[in-house]
């Protein structure tokens, strides 16, 4: 990797996990799940190749970039929920590389809206979907067994994914601690 490679890859978010909030809050702990869905993201998406892409694990399962436009999709949603936002479904065709940057910016503004958040702002968050005519609503509790959890899952897909595709994530990835030993 070039140095001006490794310097715009150093301004993504999450390389490391920030630091920890100063209290334990609804909101904090929140936004430290995103944060570590963040981190895992970062890590189990850097350097994939073309083949760790295209790679899929059976004729009737996602590929390794499918799986990422739908982490993708689970980001936007983590992201609307704080502001209550209705949550759209556009097409977009991106390049990996506009993927990946925009799902990890979609990590942090959701991070830091909900360390912004006010005490029992909580309850206000909805996740909102919308298909159609059709409007439906669930409270943010639904967002940390739902989205927040799925994208977790499916970032862990992409570490085997990648494993089996022959390119596993970098040595030294502490999901513990949030640092990497590089």
């Given amino acids: 990797m070039t140095i001006q490679a490794n310097a715009q890859e150093q301004q993504l978010p999450y390389h490391q996990i920030p630091d920890y909030p100063n209290e334990y809050t609804p909101n904090t702990v929140a936004a430290r799940m995103v944060d570590g869905l963040g981190y895992r993201y970062y890590w189990a998406t850097k350097d994939l190749r073309a083949e760790d892409l295209a790679y899929r694990i059976s004729e009737d399962s996602r590929t390794t970039?499918?799986?990422?436009?739908?982490?993708?999709?689970?980001?936007?949603?983590?992201?609307?929920?704080?502001?209550?936002?209705?949550?759209?479904?556009p097409k977009e065709e991106l390049t990996f590389d506009e993927l990946r940057k925009r799902t990890l910016e979609n990590i942090a503004f959701a991070s830091k809206l909900l360390k912004e958040g006010e005490d029992g702002e909580m309850d206000e968050y909805l996740m909102i979907f919308q298909r159609g005519e059709n409007t439906t609503e669930y409270p943010f509790w639904n967002m940390i067994n739902g989205p927040i959890s799925d994208a977790i899952y499916h970032t862990g897909q992409i570490v085997a994914f990648r494993r089996a595709s022959g390119n596993p994530i970098q040595k030294g990835v502490r999901v513990l601690t949030g640092k990497t030993a590089e």
């Fill in 65 to 89: 970039r499918e799986t990422l436009d739908h982490i993708y999709g689970l980001t936007r949603t983590i992201m609307h929920a704080p502001q209550s936002k209705v949550n759209t479904y």
